[in-house]
């Protein structure tokens, strides 16, 4: 499961008891918000979106009420979004749908968090599956996930 590799990766840096796993989904933005009893914006959720490189994907971190700017995207990335495809998510990111997080992916998923977060000091991104988040600080979350650069793509 995708979520026990994610669970062994906090643990390993000392986050496991950030690692909660709810009887309910945590799947979309709203379920979790309402699971954890937070704002939806403070939901961290990957977006994942086709890379130029074939057989790569783009996981932008942007905050619960953020949508992508398709200009913003384009103009730093060079191509236009794309989300991916519902069966190319865990081929291509290394989790399944309503559990993608920026922790233990495909080593060819090019992470970027997005300027949105910034505005929240206490953020919930997924932890590996449709019931699971990790409660984070936003400096723990910068700590945690490899991610290339903060990016401005998200409206």
């Not at 796993?21 to 979790?32: K, L």
């Amino acid at each position: 499961m995708d979520y026990l590799k994610v669970k062994d990766y906090l643990k390993n840096k000392g986050f496991d008891d950030r690692f909660i796993e709810f009887a309910e989904s945590t799947a979309t933005v709203e379920e979790a918000a309402i699971a954890i009893g937070c704002e939806s914006d403070q939901i961290a959720k990957s977006i994942t979106l086709y890379a130029l490189e074939e057989g790569c994907a783009i996981l932008v971190v942007a905050s619960g009420n953020s949508k992508i700017d398709n200009r913003l995207f384009k103009d730093t990335f060079g191509v236009k979004a794309k989300m991916l495809k519902y069966d190319d998510v865990q081929e291509l990111v290394g989790h399944r749908v309503g559990g993608v997080c920026p922790f233990e992916i495909k080593k060819s998923t090019k992470v970027y968090l997005d300027e949105s977060l910034k505005k929240h000091q206490v953020l919930y991104p997924a932890g590996g599956s449709a019931n699971t988040v990790v409660r984070l600080k936003q400096d723990e979350l910068i700590d945690l996930c490899d991610f290339i650069s903060w990016v401005s793509v998200t409206k």
